[in-house]
């Protein structure tokens, strides 16, 4: 079974500021990962996906993630925010069983 | 391009009254999901489709039903709505189990007096 842990249910940052959202994880296979932004009254829209090539992932709106393997983490990075990015965030895992497990969300506010 | 399209939006339902959520894909996904979210829980899943044909239970069945109609559909029935079920419901497709990243419709938000 797989689970995922996101440290922070509010973050708060200011325009311009680097937005950091951490992701932890556990899996009993090697895990797909995935971050999930959401806009209110919006569905959810894939960020970025991570399946085993590089550590190391660029997704869309400049955000990229960095998977680590020795401490279960896939955490969410932006230098630079911007007004649009507020919405709220979720990490989610895969053992390729079909099913992904997500995380609780965390919700960003930018400060002008 | 559609993508993934959830009817309706939103419903207001008495208790032990029965509604079906309508899903449908348009991209040759094979499989489908349903998923309900409630605030500080993130999304839990309540059946999935792996294929045509086949459904499975997730984590909090019970309550619910689903029918994989065709490839581009899937439903979810509430039988006898209780006021637990108040959720914002969102149906999801891919193209294979678990790798690609789920597409997700707009949601249908429901709530149960």
């Known amino acids: 079974a797989q689970s995922v842990t996101q440290l922070g249910s509010h973050v708060s940052v200011s325009e311009g500021a680097l937005v950091l959202l951490r992701c932890n994880y556990s899996?009993?296979?090697?895990?797909?990962l995935f971050w999930y932004v959401q806009y209110p009254n919006q569905g959810l829209q894939l960020l970025l996906k991570y399946t085993s090539a590089a550590t190391l992932v660029k997704g869309i709106n400049g955000f990229e993630a960095e998977f680590k393997k020795s401490e279960t983490s896939f955490h969410l990075t932006k230098p630079s925010a911007h007004m649009s990015d507020a919405a709220e965030y979720f990490c989610?895992?895969?053992?390729?069983?079909?099913?992904?497990?997500f995380g609780a969300g965390t919700t960003v506010t930018v400060r002008a | 391009n559609a993508g993934v399209t959830q009817t309706p939006k939103f419903q207001v339902l008495k208790t032990g009254q029965s509604m079906t959520l309508q899903c449908a894909q348009d991209?040759?996904?094979?499989?489908m999901y349903w998923y309900r979210q409630d605030p500080g829980m993130g999304l839990r899943l309540i059946y999935y489709?792996?294929?045509?044909?086949?459904?499975d239970k997730g984590e909090v069945p019970n309550g619910y039903n689903v029918s994989r109609l065709n490839k581009r559909e899937f439903s979810l029935r509430l039988e006898s709505a209780a006021p637990s079920q108040t959720s914002v419901y969102f149906c999801a497709s891919e193209e294979t189990g678990g790798r690609d990243g789920y597409t997700f419709g707009s949601g249908t938000r429901l709530t149960v007096v």
């Open positions: 489709s792996a294929s045509e044909g086949t459904t």
């Open positions: 899996s009993s296979v090697p895990p797909y």
């Open positions: 991209m040759n996904h094979n499989s």
């Open positions: 989610a895992v895969s053992a390729n069983d079909y099913k992904l497990s």
